[in-house]
T-cell receptor, first 111, second 113 residues
Framework: QKEVEQNSGPLSVPEGAIASLNCTYSDRGSQSFFWYRQYSGKSPELIMFIYSNGDKEDGRFTAQLNKASQYVSLLIRDSQPSDSATYLC???????????FGKGTMLLVSP | NAGVTQTPKFQVLKTGQSMTLQCAQDMNHNSMYWYRQDPGMGLRLIYYSASEGTTDKGEVPNGYNVSRLNKREFSLRLESAAPSQTSVYFCASITGAMNQPQHFGDGTRLSIL
């Protein structure tokens, strides 16, 4: 049973701060890692994806992957109230056609 | 470019009624997925179709059936709706390469009384 774990939150940060969202996964064969953002009542939308150990930056977002520790994180710099949403971590294992999603972390950015 | 289109957006059913949720994608994707999302439970996979002509069960398939009608369309059927199937249903698609992200439709909000 592949598992993806996230703290449910809410994670509260002030505007302008760095928000750090974390995700651990159980399957060492996992190869692709995705972060989705989901606003209340809306569908998930892709924020970042990462395949290799290390950091990947895209604007205010940085994804970090550590396969040895089975850990992936998303950093949001200069957090804005519009970043307030639930962030879903999703993982794909080699040879499988499906993603396993975590239950999501709610982020609240206060003005 | 519509992406992934789900119909209907909202539906209320009575226990025991049947209905079909429709999903269509215009991105020439090979793989399509049906998820349900309940509060505190995250996204759970119901069924998926890795390619046209194939379907497989996901984590929570009981009470559902699917049809991959063609490459574009993947429908989800509730034969005898139960209150436990009240949920938000999302359809998603992907090219077929699993290192690519899934694209989601806007969802169907289904209530069963």
């Amino acid at each position: 049973q592949k598992e993806v774990e996230q703290n449910s939150g809410p994670l509260s940060v002030p505007e302008g701060a760095i928000a750090s969202l974390n995700c651990t996964y159980s399957d060492r064969g996992s190869q692709s890692f995705f972060w989705y953002r989901q606003y209340s009542g809306k569908s998930p939308e892709l924020i970042m994806f990462i395949y290799s150990n290390g950091d990947k930056e895209d604007g205010r977002f940085t994804a970090q992957l550590n396969k040895a520790s089975q850990y992936v994180s998303l950093l949001i710099r200069d957090s804005q109230p519009s970043d307030s949403a639930t962030y879903l971590c999703a993982v794909n294992s080699a040879g499988y056609s499906t993603l396993t999603f975590g239950k999501g972390t709610m982020l609240l950015v206060s003005p | 470019n519509a992406g992934v289109t789900q119909t209907p957006k909202f539906q209320v059913l009575k226990t025991g009624q049947s209905m079909t949720l429709q999903c269509a994608q215009d991105m020439n994707h090979n793989s399509m997925y049906w998820y349900r999302q309940d509060p505190g439970m995250g996204l759970r996979l119901i069924y998926y179709s890795a390619s046209e002509g194939t379907t497989d069960k996901g984590e929570v398939p009981n009470g559902y059936n699917v049809s991959r009608l063609n490459k574009r369309e993947f429908s989800l059927r509730l034969e005898s709706a139960a209150p436990s199937q009240t949920s938000v249903y999302f359809c998603a698609s992907i090219t077929g390469a699993m290192n690519q992200p899934q694209h989601f439709g806007d969802g169907t909000r289904l209530s069963i009384l």
